[in-house]
C-alpha cells in the first residue's frame, strides 16, 4: 500500500515536471515569435555589424524612440516590406525608422565585406578596425562610378568626373569630423553600396530648404528621419486648390534640384507618387533618394564631354511613351539636363496614359478657372511632352508662375 501511494506521488510529479517543462518551452517560442513580430529598435539598429554599419550619431537618443505597433498594417509592413521601414515617435513628434534595404542585400553586402577581408562568411563581427586592410575611400570612389562602359547600375553616380567628391561631401565630413577616419571611411562604404539616402539628406538638408525630410542620424543598420504625411498617391481626391499648392511644390523641387545648388545638380530617377510624402501644408517632400545623379557642374575645359554645354532635353519619350525613359549617359554629358521637370510633369502632373493619376493630378479645375486661366492645360502638356520649339524647364517655370498667381 505504501509503495503503492509513492508510485502515485512520483507519477503526479513526473507530469507536473513535464507540464513545467512544457510551458518554459511553449513560453520561450512565443517570446521568440512576439521579437519577430515586435522588434525592439535596439534589435533593429544591429550595432554589433558596425563599423559596415550607417554611422552611430543618434544611438545616444536611440532608447527615446518608441515603435508603433498599434495595427495589422505595421506589423505586416515589417515582415513583407521591401525595404524595412518603421514608424515611431520621438520626442513627440512621428519619425521613419529604415533599414534602408532587404535582408537579403544587407547580406550580401557582408558576404561582400567578408570576402574584401579575406575571411570566411560568416566573419568575425569584432574585428579590429586595424585589420580592415582595403582602401575604402578608393573603394567609395568605384562605387559611385562615371565609367558606364563597366557599370550603370550605381544607385548614386557622381559624374562626368569625381574630381569635386570631397567638395559632394562636405556637410557629410562636417558631420562626422568626431569619428575614427577609417570607421568614417568603412561607414560611408557601406552607404554607397546599399543606399545613398542618409547621405542626401545631408548633403540637402531640410534645414537648408531642400524639399525632403530632416535627418535625425544613424544608430548601426537604422536611420531616423522625419515623418512628412501621406504619399502624394493618397492625394487625389483632395480639394483642387489644394493640389495646386502641391504641383507648385512640385514644380519647385524640379527647379531646386536643378538649379539651387552652384556646384552639383541632383537628378532623381526613381521619382513616383509612391517616393513623395506631402506635409501638412500642403508641401510636397522627397522621401525616397536612393536612386540619384549628381552632375558636376564646375570641371575643367579639358574634362568636358563633346555635348557639354548644350541644354541635355529628354526625347525618349518618344520611343517609350508610356514609362520614365533616361538615358544615365546623356544626363551626365550636359552641364544642364531637363530631366527633373520631365520626371515630375510626365509621370505626376500631365493626362498622358502613363501618368498614375486618372485625367492627371489637377483633374476636374473649377469652370470659372478654366476660363480665366485657359493656359493651364496647354502648358501641362508641353511641360512633359514639349515640342521641338518649346522648352520643357521654360514650360515649367510659366506652369509655376501661372498657378503661383491662382493660389493668391
Known sequence: MILYYIRNIFRFKKWKILLLIGICVLA???????????????QLTELHKCPACYGVSACHNIHKIDLLWNDVNAIISHLFSVKNVFFGTYDQSKVVLKKLAHSSELKALDVTLCNKLHLGYPCSILVPLDRYA?????????????D????????????????????????????NKHINPTQYLINLWTLVSINPEPLILQIL???????????????GRIIIEEYIGLPLSDCYDKSWIDRVKIAS???????????????????????????IAVD?????????????????????????????????????????PNCFAF????????????HNYYAICQLLLSSG?????????????????????????????QCAIPDYTTSRIFVGQRLKTLLDIILR
Open 28 to 42: 520561450l517560442r512565443i517570446n521568440v515569435i512576439l521579437q519577430s513580430l515586435y522588434p525592439s529598435v535596439t
Open 249 to 275: 511644390s512640385l514644380l519647385n523641387a524640379a527647379y531646386m534640384f536643378t538649379f539651387k545648388n552652384k556646384r552639383f545638380s541632383f537628378y532623381l530617377t526613381d521619382i513616383s507618387a509612391d517616393n
Open 134 to 146: 582595403p582602401d575604402f575611400y578608393d573603394l567609395i570612389r568605384k562605387t559611385i562610378t562615371s
Open 148 to 175: 558606364f562602359s563597366q557599370d550603370d547600375t550605381s544607385r548614386l553616380r557622381l559624374c562626368p568626373t569625381l574630381g569635386h567628391l570631397d567638395d559632394l561631401f562636405y556637410n557629410v565630413h562636417l558631420n
Open 205 to 219: 538638408s531640410a534645414e537648408d530648404g531642400w524639399p525632403v525630410p530632416k535627418y535625425f542620424g544613424a544608430c
Open 327 to 338: 538615358s544615365s549617359k546623356d544626363i551626365c554629358s550636359h552641364h544642364l539636363s531637363d
Open 280 to 320: 501638412n501644408e500642403n508641401v510636397a517632400k522627397f522621401i525616397d533618394l536612393e536612386n540619384i545623379i549628381i552632375v558636376d557642374k564646375n570641371i575643367s575645359q579639358e574634362d568636358e564631354p563633346k555635348e557639354w554645354q548644350k541644354i541635355h532635353e529628354n526625347t525618349m519619350h518618344f520611343d517609350c
Open 353 to 381: 496614359n502613363e501618368n498614375p493619376f486618372p485625367g492627371g493630378f489637377l483633374h476636374d479645375a473649377p469652370t470659372n478657372i478654366e476660363q480665366q486661366y485657359p493656359d493651364i492645360e496647354y502648358l501641362l502638356q
